[in-house]
T-cell receptor, first 113, second 110 residues
Framework: DGGITQSPKYLFRKEGQNVTLSCEQNLNHDAMYWYRQDPGQGLRLIYY???????QKGDIAEGYSVSREKKESFPLTVTSAQKNPTAFYLCASSIDAARTEAFFGQGTRLTVV | GNSVTQMEGPVTLSEEAFLTINCTYTATGYPSLFWYVQYPGEGLQLLLKATKADDKGSNKGFEATYRKETTSFHLEKGSVQVSDSAVYFCALRGAQKLVFGQGTRLTINP
């Protein structure tokens, strides 16, 4: 089945540690995205990538880093510089970066203690 | 920049009631418009879409019409079910980015 896989579903880390969230897609989509969702709020764009080996900052990129070495993979690292990392993180992909819809993974809930 | 404004929730209805969730947008050019639905603890699922003015998107009894003159894309359903309880997001797609509204939590009571 084609889709977007995020892992793990739940992640716990101690404050000050970096953590990497995985996102893999087998839809052959060029564009991939990372969003952050906080309780009762909408989605905020962290980073996006339109093509392999290229990515751009979204609205809240500070404290996060990404890489796009393969078309199917777009991992997100939450660094110790991110002041409030506890949130629900959603990865998405779309055929291209034009007017098409995005498809989402099931999300990773990160809790930093 | 582009933005989306949804009616504030939460919205609580009885089963078989008529549903409207308002969505208005601000955008340059001709964006595509979407409604997504999110069930507890899950990612977002595309519910319906419209890519140009006067298009009507529909799915699972839900409908929304792209109104350029009023910059709106209101979600409607004639008879809601308990299983429709979820959070609904209106979104627009301009150049490169997908911009979301704040979401509207819908609860349907039997």
């Amino acid at each position: 089945d084609g889709g977007i896989t995020q892992s793990p579903k739940y992640l716990f880390r101690k404050e000050g540690q970096n953590v990497t969230l995985s996102c893999e897609q087998n839809l052959n989509h060029d564009a991939m995205y990372w969003y952050r969702q906080d309780p009762g709020q909408g989605l905020r764009l962290i980073y996006y990538s339109q093509i392999v080996n290229d990515f751009q900052k979204g609205d809240i990129a500070e404290g996060y880093s990404v890489s796009r070495e393969k078309k199917e993979s777009f991992p997100l690292t939450v660094t110790s510089a991110q002041k409030n990392p506890t949130a629900f993180y959603l990865c998405a992909s779309s055929i291209d970066a034009a007017r098409t819809e995005a498809f989402f993974g099931q999300g990773t809930r990160l809790t930093v203690v | 920049g582009n933005s989306v404004t949804q009616m504030e929730g939460p919205v609580t209805l009885s089963e078989e009631a008529f549903l409207t969730i308002n969505c208005t947008y601000t955008a340059t050019g001709y964006p595509s418009l979407f409604w997504y639905v999110q069930y507890p603890g899950e990612g977002l699922q595309l519910l319906l879409k419209a890519t140009k003015a006067d298009d009507k998107g529909s799915n699972k009894g839900f409908e929304a019409t792209y109104r350029k003159e009023t910059t709106s894309f209101h979600l409607e359903k004639g008879s809601v079910q308990v299983s429709d309880s979820a959070v609904y997001f209106c979104a627009l797609r301009g150049a490169q980015k997908l911009v979301f509204g704040q979401g509207t939590r819908l609860t349907i009571n039997p």
